[in-house]
């Protein structure tokens, strides 16, 4: 059957992430700081909407782009959070997670052989949904001494006559980095000189530690020309329920939603009911774990500095991305001892593209306590490396 197979499946890489997932998998005994999914429950009162909706009957399909009343109220919170306006009925819809409306994005605005830019590191699915759209990634590697940030000199030295667009996503999986007012400023004039869209993935807009976030599409000139991604599985702890979103111009969101059509009809229903429960009350509840996950964050730095290992300091996600290049091994060597040696899993830098060699992911999705089992394990095992 394999030659049934197209090639352009067949040379895209399997995620780095599940392997070390599927080996962590096998080893009961293991702790896990690999997967980025919140070690919080859902909060219980958004849980029981999804519940009441159930008992309610509420099970049918819902319209393409979603609840009417779930679209308005990611009008208000988007209104609220970032000043941005947008019609409920013709700029934004309801996707499974935001994995499926960065792949529609994609779809929708590429022809074969259009560029787009992506920073790196960066998440795993961004070069293979550009692929899977016939169109060429053209990745820059952002440096650690920039704080992993993307400067405007290395923008424009990306830009080909080719280029269709640049993903950007901030805060950033795996390094945590953010891209504040200023440095998003410095972007905008090349976007607009080269005439590129901006797919702007926000998922974790919620968990920033300094100031709020900043949405690049609330940037003079950039709202027309930007499809803004959001969903509820960072902020809420909702990862299970699969459910994202997209806001856009009407022109582009309306193609997008014919793909969403044919390829999904519509979000889980209870889901949706869930989300407009977590958008109305659901603040006090992000507040209490983004205070969390900053706890974590300052302890592991701490420790990091600890044992000596550089890390910059990361602002947001709940990922801290050290620098273990001086232990003279390359990233997955590091990870596949650190397993096998203490059982304990992170993810190696190269999964989320070449740029990452000399560093690791780790996430602190997970409590304080298996966070210093965690670290004393990893204290234990770079001791013997010196």
């Known amino acids: 059957m394999s030659r049934f197979v197209t090639d352009k499946v067949k040379q895209m890489k399997p995620s780095g992430i599940r392997k070390f997932f599927d080996l962590v998998s096998e080893m009961p005994d ?58 409920p009925f013709s700029e934004v819809f309801v996707t499974v997670g935001g994995s499926e409306a960065i792949d529609i994005a994609f ?3 590429l022809e074969p052989g259009d560029e787009v830019i992506i920073p790196e590191p960066a998440f795993v699915s961004y070069v293979p949904c550009v692929q899977l759209a016939d169109g060429v990634p053209v990745t820059i590697s952002l440096k650690e001494e920039n704080q ?19 993903l950007l996503s901030f805060p950033n999986n795996p390094t945590g980095a953010i ?4 440095d998003l400023e410095a972007l905008v004039p090349l976007i607009m000189k080269h005439d590129l869209a901006v797919i702007s993935d926000e998922i974790y807009s919620e968990l920033t530690y300094r100031d709020p976030h900043v949405s690049i599409a609330g940037l003079p000139g950039m709202r027309e020309r930007t499809i803004l991604i959001n969903g509820f599985s960072k902020a809420y ?33 209870n889901s949706q ?33 600890q044992m000596n290992i ?42 989320f593209g070449e740029c990452g ?30």
């Open 107 to 109: 779809r929708t605005i």
């Open 30 to 87: 293991a702790i896990s700081l690999g997967v980025g999914e919140p070690d919080f429950d859902t909060p219980w009162h958004i849980r029981e909407e999804g519940i009441r909706s159930l008992k309610a009957g509420r099970t049918f399909y819902t319209s393409n782009a979603g609840l009417k009343e779930l679209r308005e109220e990611i009008c208000r919170y988007i209104k609220r959070k970032q000043g941005l306006s947008y019609d």
């Open 179 to 182: 891209m504040e007012k200023e």
């Open 237 to 269: 702890a909702m990862t299970g329920w699969r459910l994202g979103y997209a806001l856009a111009p009407g022109e582009i969101m309306k193609q997008m939603i014919k793909l969403h059509q044919f390829a999904i009809m519509s979000a889980p229903t």
């Open 148 to 166: 992993f940030r993307l400067k405007p000199e290395e923008l424009e030295a990306a830009i080909t006559p080719k280029t269709k667009a640049l």
């Open 357 to 386: 060699e000399g560093f690791i992911r780790i996430s602190y999705a997970y409590s304080i306590e298996e966070l210093k089992t965690a670290f004393d394990k990893i204290e234990s095992f770079i001791s013997r490396l010196a």
């Open 310 to 351: 550089p890390c910059f300091e990361p602002y947001g996600a709940f990922y801290i991305f050290p620098n273990i290049s001086r232990f003279g091994m390359t990233s997955e060597e590091f990870a596949n001892r650190l397993l096998s040696e203490e059982k304990v899993a992170v993810i190696p830098g190269t999964a």
């Open 273 to 305: 009911y869930a989300a407009v429960r977590a958008l109305r009350y659901g603040d006090e509840d992000v507040l209490l774990m983004r205070q969390s996950y900053n706890e974590r964050r300052r302890y592991l730095m701490h420790r990091l500095a």
